[in-house]
């Protein structure tokens, strides 16, 4: 019998998810509807396939949406994280199964009790970084479980960064998602344990507390922690861990760049600043300025607030990205926020043939009792490349996880309800093995300590 699949969102991190979907539409029966915002997209990344349509989607419109959700068999969401509570509900009060890339949230987690009710699966994480990463981890902490092992610590890092020989600009990054998740980045703060403390960041020094790190295969990066690392002392059963760090890697000086705009004040969302159409970035700058900074034009009077020199890189890299232009932004937005993810989409889009690459480390020290305590250190990394002038590696590690996920569901292969993460054994290797297959591999080093 024909399913309908109504997929969410044509974004940067789709192309691959559909792709999938559709190449299997024939075989499995399936008639795949992708929605979104910008029908034109949505029409583009369907490009005129049978069993696929496009269709303009409001997900405020709380009656067109029920409608759609209720028509649908399965629900894939790639929308931005803050709108899946919406989504979520939605699918729950339908009977609609969905498979989502963003965090289970709290908000989605309250539907958990209504969707067991109505024998509804969300399940939550199935992209890249959250995905592949909660699998791979739960993989690896399995295994050393088996073995007899207790974990002390475990530090676990994603990115999605241009290939080495791409990261040419000032920033050595191109943009391969979502602008507004790279514009709003760190804004929750974040917390970790670290040697037993807890150590805690707000979201205004998030960057200037960036340390060295080193990636197999690679080589030196930088790191920062990514929100709340301590939830995941429980969803990894780690109680007693000592070291709990979950972050986000950049390539060496792009963080010092990223504070320099955070203490600017750029990444606000809240602040709706007047003909902001025809202001340009060097009047929005300008206008985060306090005004007893002293100098004789604009560059100078930023560099004495940011506290650097004009020759300073990380300035160079502000100059290079456009804040001191003149010309009107024209954007349609009313935030400075607006203003810096469409700055982002112009100078940072991935250039025509470029290539990408994303990278998951997982870093475990572990100690086996039964064996005069013996000490090792596993460190499991997984680097993919995109293909030139086809898939970036970010939209197939994105939406290859979310297309098997809803695949399993669709077929009778995951048959639970509630709202989860895929973290059972058997969903983290079905989904892990054929992630293999596709040449999305980890590669293990292990030392003795």
Same mark, same amino acid.
């Given at each position: 019998?024909?399913?309908?699949?109504l997929?969410?969102?044509?974004?940067q991190?789709?192309?691959?998810?559909?792709? =999938?979907?559709?190449?299997?539409?024939?075989?499995?029966?399936?008639q795949?509807?992708?929605?979104?915002?910008?029908?034109?997209?949505?029409?583009?990344r369907?490009?005129?396939?049978?069993?696929?349509?496009a269709?303009?989607?409001?997900? +405020?419109?709380?009656?067109?949406?029920?409608?759609?959700?209720?028509?649908?068999d399965?629900?894939?969401?790639?929308?931005?994280?803050? /709108?899946?509570?919406? &989504?979520?509900e939605?699918c729950?009060?339908?009977?609609?199964n969905?498979?989502?890339?963003?965090?289970?949230?709290t908000?989605?987690?309250?539907?958990?009790?209504?969707?067991?009710q109505?024998s509804?699966?969300?399940?939550?994480e199935c992209?890249l970084?959250?995905?592949?990463d909660?699998?791979?981890?739960?993989?690896?902490?399995?295994?050393i479980r088996e073995?007899g092992?207790?974990i %002390?610590?475990?530090e676990?890092y994603?990115?999605?960064?241009p290939?080495?020989d791409?990261a040419t600009?000032?920033?050595?990054?191109?943009?391969?998602?979502?602008?507004?998740?790279?514009?709003?980045?760190?804004l929750?703060g974040?917390?970790?344990l670290?040697?037993g403390?807890?150590?805690?960041?707000?979201?205004?020094? /998030?960057?200037?507390?960036?340390?060295?790190f080193?990636?197999?295969?690679?080589?030196a990066?930088?790191?920062?922690?990514?929100r709340?690392?301590?939830?995941y002392?429980?969803?990894?059963?780690?109680?007693?861990?000592?070291?709990m760090?979950?972050?986000?890697l950049r =390539?060496?000086g792009?963080?010092?760049?990223w504070? +320099?705009? &955070?203490k600017?004040?750029?990444?606000?969302?809240?602040?709706?600043?007047?003909?902001?159409?025809e202001?340009?970035?060097?009047? #929005?700058?300008?206008m985060?300025?306090?005004?007893?900074v002293?100098?004789n034009? #604009?560059?100078?009077?930023t560099?004495?607030?940011?506290?650097i020199d004009q020759?300073d890189?990380?300035?160079?890299?502000?100059?290079w990205?456009?804040?001191?232009?003149a /010309?009107?932004?024209?954007?349609?937005?009313?935030?400075?926020?607006?203003?810096v993810?469409n700055l982002?989409?112009?100078?940072?889009?991935l250039?025509?043939g470029g290539?990408?690459? &994303?990278a998951?480390v997982? %870093?475990?020290?572990? +100690?086996?009792? %039964?064996?005069?305590?013996?000490?090792e250190?596993i460190?499991s990394?997984?680097?993919?490349?995109?293909t030139?002038?086809?898939?970036?590696?970010?939209?197939k590690?994105?939406?290859l996880?979310a297309?098997l996920?809803?695949r399993?569901?669709?077929?009778g292969?995951?048959?639970s309800?509630?709202?989860?993460?895929?973290i059972?054994?058997?969903?983290?290797?079905a989904?892990?093995?054929? /992630?293999?297959?596709?040449?999305?591999?980890?590669?293990e080093?292990i030392?003795?300590l």
């Amino acid at each position: 019998m024909k399913k309908t699949i109504l997929i969410l969102g044509a974004g940067q991190s789709t192309p691959y998810l559909i792709k =999938y979907m559709l190449s299997h539409a024939e075989k499995c029966d399936w008639q795949v509807i992708v929605a979104d915002q910008d029908q034109d997209l949505a029409a583009s990344r369907v490009d005129d396939h049978p069993r696929g349509s496009a269709i303009a989607f409001d997900l +405020h419109d709380d009656e067109r949406r029920q409608s759609l959700f209720g028509e649908a068999d399965l629900i894939i969401n790639l929308m931005p994280a803050f /709108l899946q509570p919406i &989504v979520a509900e939605g699918c729950v009060r339908q009977g609609t199964n969905m498979v989502s890339a963003s965090y289970l949230d709290t908000d989605t987690k309250k539907l958990d009790e209504q969707a067991r009710q109505k024998s509804v699966l969300v399940l939550c994480e199935c992209g890249l970084d959250p995905g592949i990463d909660i699998m791979s981890t739960k993989q690896i902490i399995d295994g050393i479980r088996e073995k007899g092992g207790v974990i %002390d610590a475990f530090e676990s890092y994603g990115t999605g960064v241009p290939a080495p020989d791409m990261a040419t600009n000032p920033l050595r990054y191109w943009i391969t998602w979502n602008p507004r998740n790279v514009a709003m980045a760190g804004l929750a703060g974040a917390q970790y344990l670290h040697e037993g403390r807890i150590r805690i960041i707000p979201w205004h020094q /998030l960057f200037q507390r960036a340390w060295p790190f080193e990636v197999d295969g690679v080589g030196a990066m930088e790191a920062y922690p990514n929100r709340d690392s301590l939830a995941y002392v429980d969803v990894f059963d780690l109680k007693g861990i000592k070291t709990m760090i979950r972050g986000t890697l950049r =390539y060496s000086g792009y963080c010092d760049v990223w504070r +320099h705009i &955070v203490k600017l004040g750029l990444p606000n969302e809240n602040l709706e600043i007047p003909g902001l159409f025809e202001c340009s970035m060097a009047d #929005l700058v300008e206008m985060f300025l306090p005004p007893d900074v002293q100098g004789n034009d #604009l560059r100078e009077r930023t560099a004495k607030f940011l506290g650097i020199d004009q020759e300073d890189e990380s300035f160079k890299a502000l100059e290079w990205l456009g804040l001191f232009e003149a /010309l009107p932004l024209e954007i349609h937005g009313k935030t400075p926020a607006d203003a810096v993810i469409n700055l982002l989409s112009t100078k940072l889009a991935l250039p025509a043939g470029g290539t990408d690459m &994303v990278a998951l480390v997982h %870093d475990f020290v572990a +100690h086996y009792p %039964d064996e005069q305590n013996r000490r090792e250190r596993i460190v499991s990394t997984m680097k993919y490349f995109g293909t030139p002038g086809e898939d970036t590696a970010m939209s197939k590690t994105v939406g290859l996880p979310a297309a098997l996920a809803a695949r399993s569901i669709l077929e009778g292969d995951i048959i639970s309800s509630g709202c989860h993460r895929p973290i059972k054994r058997e969903v983290c290797d079905a989904i892990m093995g054929k /992630l293999d297959e596709e040449g999305i591999r980890f590669e293990e080093r292990i030392t003795a300590l």
